[in-house]
């Protein structure tokens, strides 16, 4: 019903930057949030940010306030995850999820992107 795709990982150094993006396409209407996920190697899946479709509204994991910044263009159906000052442990897959409402929990988005790679060197 739903399908996305990211773009945009790769690897960089860290204090660098790198930006993600996200198409979504197929029946979106009725998802108002779409976010971003990452997942390292042994570590449990963790909530990064996101955001509402319908008024903006965004949220962040603790650990990327102040260096992460979520955007999206609704005419596009696209999100954006701007990814400043990165540093070694935020390197792991990222993925891109739609649903109904804003959430921090996995399970209550109900699409899933593929995932991109994102590794931060030092």
């Known amino acids: 019903q739903v399908q996305l795709v990211e773009s945009g990982g790769g690897l960089v150094q860290a204090g660098g930057s790198l930006r993600l993006s996200c198409a979504a396409s197929?029946?979106?209407?009725?998802?108002?949030?779409m976010g971003w996920f990452r997942q390292a190697p042994g570590r449990e899946r963790e909530f990064v940010a996101a955001?509402?479709?319908?008024?903006?509204?965004?949220t962040y994991a603790d650990s990327v306030k102040g260096r992460f910044t979520i955007s999206g263009d609704n005419a596009k159906r696209m999100v954006y995850l701007q990814m400043n000052s990165l540093k070694p442990d935020d390197t792991g897959v990222y993925y891109c999820?739609?649903?109904?409402?804003?959430?921090?929990?996995?399970?209550?988005?109900?699409?899933w992107g593929q995932g991109t790679q994102v590794t931060v060197s030092s």
């Open positions: 197929g029946r979106t209407f009725s998802k108002n949030a």
């Open positions: 999820v739609i649903g109904r409402i804003m959430t921090r929990m996995a399970a209550t988005y109900d699409y």
């Open positions: 955001m509402t479709r319908s008024s903006g509204v965004t």
